[in-house]
């Protein structure tokens, strides 16, 4: 299984669960993951502001089911010859191959967003957005430092947008000053819809 995401880690459990179910004596079928980290990010959880329950240790999942976990970065993949091979040079063959990298995010070329925005599609992206709220706090107290703005209305711009009023509150609890955020709705067309929706 190449990736560690929700795919490749229920490919992986899955599979051990099956061999498990046809009474397949242990060691007859190896199992291994090959992903660039040794955790598992819940990702749908990112938004949340208690990050600690949502990255796990993959051993904490895999060992117990008997399957083996490489860290490496994929590199190639010859299908002909049934290998795949790693960052560090190391090959693993295989019967089998569940592709599983998953997706990463990708930022449009809008002026500003790279060096300004942040995102919650990662657990070190969403604990940068933590510490930059921290920091918020901490500077003038602006009308500008506390407002948000989220962009998106899919399933994390939603959860984003609806965590943000609680968390301004907490850090700017007895200041002079009402936090606020702004939620944006981009839509796909031949001329961009913007819905705002503001919040106290």
Same mark, same amino acid.
């Given at each position: 299984?190449?990736? %560690?995401?929700?795919?490749?880690? =229920?490919?992986?459990?899955?599979?051990?669960?099956?061999? *498990?179910?046809?009474?397949?004596?242990?060691?007859?079928? *190896?199992?291994?993951?090959?992903?660039? @980290?040794?955790?598992?990010?819940?990702?749908?959880? !990112?938004?949340?502001?208690?990050? %600690?329950?949502?990255?796990?240790?993959?051993?904490? /999942?895999?060992?117990?089911?008997?399957?083996?976990?490489?860290?490496? !970065? /994929?590199?190639?993949?010859?299908?002909?010859?049934? @290998?795949? $091979?790693?960052?560090?040079?190391? $090959?693993?063959?295989?019967?089998?191959?569940?592709?599983?990298?998953? %997706?990463?995010?990708? @930022?449009?070329?809008?002026?500003?967003?790279?060096?300004?925005?942040?995102?919650?599609?990662?657990?070190?992206?969403?604990?940068?957005?933590?510490?930059?709220?921290? @920091?918020?706090?901490?500077?003038?107290?602006?009308?500008?430092?506390?407002?948000?703005?989220?962009?998106?209305?899919?399933? $994390?711009?939603?959860?984003?947008?609806?965590?943000?009023?609680?968390?301004?509150?907490?850090?700017?609890?007895?200041? %002079?000053?009402?936090?606020? =955020?702004?939620?944006?709705?981009?839509?796909?067309?031949?001329?961009?819809? =913007?819905?705002?929706?503001?919040?106290?």
């Amino acid at each position: 299984m190449i990736g %560690s995401g929700f795919a490749g880690l =229920w490919a992986a459990l899955g599979a051990a669960r099956r061999l *498990d179910q046809l009474a397949v004596a242990p060691g007859t079928v *190896d199992i291994t993951v090959l992903s660039d @980290k040794p955790f598992h990010d819940i990702r749908v959880r !990112n938004y949340e502001a208690d990050l %600690s329950a949502c990255r796990i240790p993959l051993a904490d /999942v895999l060992d117990p089911a008997g399957v083996a976990h490489v860290t490496a !970065n /994929v590199t190639g993949i010859d299908a002909g010859a049934r @290998k795949v $091979t790693s960052s560090s040079g190391q $090959t693993y063959r295989y019967d089998r191959l569940v592709l599983a990298a998953g %997706s990463r995010l990708v @930022k449009p070329d809008v002026p500003g967003l790279r060096e300004f925005g942040f995102d919650v599609d990662t657990y070190d992206g969403a604990i940068r957005l933590q510490h930059h709220l921290n @920091k918020l706090a901490d500077g003038p107290v602006t009308a500008a430092a506390a407002t948000v703005v989220v962009v998106g209305a899919g399933l $994390t711009g939603i959860e984003t947008a609806c965590e943000m009023p609680s968390r301004l509150r907490a850090l700017f609890v007895g200041r %002079s000053v009402t936090p606020r =955020w702004c939620w944006l709705t981009i839509t796909r067309s031949s001329a961009p819809i =913007w819905a705002a929706q503001r919040g106290r």
